[in-house]
């Protein structure tokens, strides 16, 4: 069953604006993920932040963490149309297993 | 490295019949996951081994499905007897410990099967 809950469902930007996903998940988790899949593809890992980690940046994503609210988010700053996809948060445990939410559909207009 | 592989990616079948779906994981990894994605139910982890033996089924669904890895570079999920509410797109995953036990997967495109 999926632990985590993605805020919006769905997203609607222009190209050069910022797009901000939540995710909240429901237990103890060793590290967050998130992934991006496209159309008709698998999911490709984007970043991971540990437990004990509150934010990290990656190019053009930026990731929070915050565990006393159990919750997430990843930032896409200047988004392109490219960036067009979904994007999944995942609860990672210290043994492999990963809990994904349900995802957020990301549209950049251009 | 070629990354993970997954065949067929295409399986269209009738309803009653076996599928078989097959998945090389990365080499080097000792983890292997199997999913299924479908619109109603997002995606769901049905079963994941690790050094090739089962550490949790408890997402597969039922008696219909079945999984193996008989070694470090091969898996398969079966399915006997298919029905059409198996219809979904089944993806396989690898990962390996990173840092502090945190460990990223790497999907496989996926199988999209279809159940007439």
């Known amino acids: 069953s999926q632990q985590g809950e993605e805020d919006p469902q769905a997203l609607s930007i222009q190209e050069g604006e910022n797009a901000t996903m939540n995710c909240s998940y429901k237990?103890?988790?060793?590290?967050l993920q998130w992934y991006r899949q496209n159309s008709g593809r698998g999911l490709v890992h984007l970043i991971l932040?540990?437990?004990?980690?509150r934010e990290k940046h990656s190019g053009r994503l930026r990731v929070t963490l915050d565990t006393s609210k159990k919750s997430s988010s990843l930032l896409i700053t200047a988004s392109r149309a490219a960036d067009t996809a979904s994007y999944f948060c995942?609860?990672?445990?210290?043994?492999?297993?990963?809990?994904f939410g349900q995802g957020t559909i990301l549209t950049v207009h251009p | 490295d070629a990354g993970v592989i997954q065949s067929p990616r295409h399986e269209v079948t009738e309803m009653g019949q076996e599928v078989t779906l097959r998945c090389k994981p990365i080499?080097?990894?000792?983890?292997l996951f199997w999913y299924r994605q479908t619109m109603m139910r997002g995606l769901e982890l049905l079963i994941y081994?690790?050094?090739?033996?089962?550490?949790?089924d408890s997402g597969m669904p039922e008696d219909r499905f079945s999984a193996k890895m008989p070694n470090a570079s091969f898996s398969t999920l079966k399915i006997q007897p298919s029905e059409p509410r198996d219809s979904a797109v089944y993806f396989c995953?690898?990962?390996?410990?990173?840092?502090?036990?945190?460990?990223?997967?790497?999907f496989g495109p996926g199988t999209r099967l279809t159940v007439t």
């Open positions: 995953a690898s990962s390996s410990p990173g840092t502090g036990n945190a460990y990223e997967q790497y």
């Open positions: 237990t103890s988790i060793n590290n």
């Open positions: 932040i540990r437990s004990n980690e």
């Open positions: 995942a609860g990672g445990t210290s043994y492999g297993k990963l809990t």
């Open positions: 080499s080097g990894h000792d983890y």
């Open positions: 081994f690790n050094n090739n033996v089962p550490i949790d």
